[in-house]
């Protein structure tokens, strides 16, 4: 791990505000791309980063330097994105069978 990566995990774990931005600037496109890939859609993927950040902001604690950062922070984001799922199940079987059934509708013409 760098020096400058370490120094800001540091000053997030003192919740310094400006180490807990620049964390998330280094990390967001990262995330973005990767959540994408996950869930297609781009207000619910900037619901999930927030939320996900939001969870590393409050157990930065438990960070012990044991193997990447990124990959706890995927984790992190994995569960968050989990979370999200569950909690809007049901708007997105809904969604989803919208989008099935809207795709699937053969329209006859009257003749």
């Not at 869930?39 to 157990?59: C, H, M, P, S, W």
């Not at 990959?71 to 979370?83: C, E, H, P, T, V």
């Amino acid at each position: 791990m760098d020096i400058i990566l370490q120094e800001i995990i540091e000053g997030c774990k003192n919740n310094n505000r400006k180490c807990q931005e620049a964390l998330y600037k280094l990390y967001y496109n990262k995330m973005h791309s990767w959540l994408m890939k996950e869930y297609n859609d781009v207000q619910i993927t900037e619901e999930i980063i927030n939320d996900a950040f939001l969870r590393v902001f409050k157990g930065i604690q438990l960070y012990e330097y044991k193997g990447s950062f990124e990959g706890w922070l995927r984790i992190i984001s994995k569960r968050a994105l989990y979370d999200y799922i569950k909690r809007h199940r049901n708007y997105l079987k809904i969604n989803t069978l919208s989008e099935i059934f809207s795709d699937s509708v053969v329209h006859e013409q009257p003749e």
